[in-house]
C-alpha cells in the first residue's frame, strides 16, 4: 500500500490508473478503523479495480464543547489494518493542506433542508462542515465510486443530495451498518464506552427494532411510539438526544400514507454520543 499526504502526489497517482482504464472507488474515513470500515474498504475492492482510503479528521464539522481535540488516532493499526487487506492508496492530508487559506476563509458548501433536522438540529454546522470536506475530497480523489456506511443515514442522505445538486460524477454507495454480535452498531466512539455502558449500550438498537416491530403490526401513532421509545432509553442510562420516525427518502415528518420509513436515534451514554437507525420497508 502506497501513503500519500499531498493533493499533487494523490491526483499523480489516480490519473495513472485512470490513463490505464481503471475504476477507482474512494472510502473517507477519520480514522481509528473498526470492523465497518474494512467492509465499507473490501466492498470497494469488489466493485472497482483500485481503492483509495482517506483518514482526516476535519476540524470543520465539529462544534464547540464537541471532541476534535480528543477525537482518537490510531494511525499505526490503522495502517497495518489497511494493508492487511490490500488497500491501493492511502491519503493522509494535514489540515493546511485541505483547508490552505484556513477554515474562516473556506468557501462552504450547504445543504439546505435536510441539513437543519435531527443531528444538524443538535450540532448547528455540522452537516455544513461534513458537505465541504466531502465535496473537497471527492474533488481531489475524482472517484467513480464513493462508499459510505449507513449507520449515519442522514449523513448519507445529505451527501447524495449534495453530489445531484453540484452534479458531482460519482456513484455514492450506502453499505448496511456493521454490528457486534449484540447489536451494537461499530463507531469509533464506541471506545469512549465504559464496561459497565457497553453492557448497556445495545439496547439503543432493541429499542428501534420494537419501535419497528410495532410499525410493521400496524401502529401508527408515531408520536406514541417516539416518546414510548425516548422513555425506555431513559429508564436504562441513557440521556436521549432524539428519537424520530420520518420519512426515509427526505426525513420528513411521515404522513402515514404507506411511504418507506426510518427511526433515528441519538442518545449520550457518558460519554459518548451514540447514533443509529432502522428503515421500515413495509408500513
Request: proline share 5%; aromatic share 6%; hydrophobic share 45%.
Amino acid at each position: 500500500m502506497d501513503r500519500v499526504n499531498s493533493i499533487k502526489e494523490l491526483r499523480q497517482q489516480v490519473t495513472a490508473w485512470r490513463v490505464a482504464g481503471e475504476q477507482i472507488a474512494f472510502v473517507p474515513t477519520m480514522g481509528n478503523l473498526h470492523a465497518g470500515h474494512l467492509v465499507l474498504v473490501k466492498q470497494a475492492q469488489q466493485r472497482a479495480d483500485r481503492v483509495v482510503v482517506s483518514i482526516f479528521v476535519n476540524p470543520m464539522q465539529f462544534g464547540a464543547g464537541e471532541d476534535f481535540a480528543s477525537y482518537p488516532s490510531t494511525i499505526a493499526q490503522d495502517v497495518a489494518q489497511l494493508e492487511r487487506i490490500k488497500t491501493d492508496l492511502l491519503f493522509t492530508p494535514s489540515v493546511q493542506e485541505v483547508y490552505p487559506r484556513g477554515q474562516k476563509a473556506q468557501t462552504v458548501v450547504t445543504v439546505p433542508g435536510i441539513s437543519d433536522t435531527l443531528c444538524g438540529a443538535s450540532r448547528p454546522g455540522h452537516f455544513a462542515g461534513v458537505a465541504t470536506v466531502v465535496c473537497k475530497l471527492l474533488n481531489m480523489v475524482q472517484p467513480d465510486l464513493a462508499l459510505f456506511g449507513s449507520k449515519d443515514f442522514q449523513q448519507l442522505l445529505v451527501i447524495r443530495q449534495m453530489v445531484e445538486d453540484l452534479c458531482i460524477p460519482v456513484e455514492i454507495a450506502g453499505v448496511p451498518t456493521v454490528r457486534d454480535a449484540d447489536g451494537l452498531a461499530r463507531s469509533s466512539r464506541n471506545g469512549y464506552l465504559t464496561a459497565a455502558e457497553r453492557s448497556l449500550a445495545p439496547t439503543l438498537y432493541r429499542t428501534l427494532c420494537a419501535t419497528s416491530a410495532a410499525i410493521t403490526g400496524g401502529n401508527k401513532d408515531y408520536i406514541a411510539l417516539e416518546l414510548e421509545a425516548m422513555q425506555t432509553l431513559e429508564v436504562a442510562g441513557f440521556k436521549p438526544d432524539y428519537y424520530s420516525i420520518r420519512n426515509a427518502a427526505d426525513l420528513l415528518q411521515p404522513d402515514k400514507k404507506g411511504h418507506r420509513l426510518v427511526i433515528l436515534a441519538a442518545a449520550y451514554l457518558g460519554r459518548a454520543r451514540l447514533i443509529d437507525n432502522r428503515v421500515v420497508d413495509k408500513c
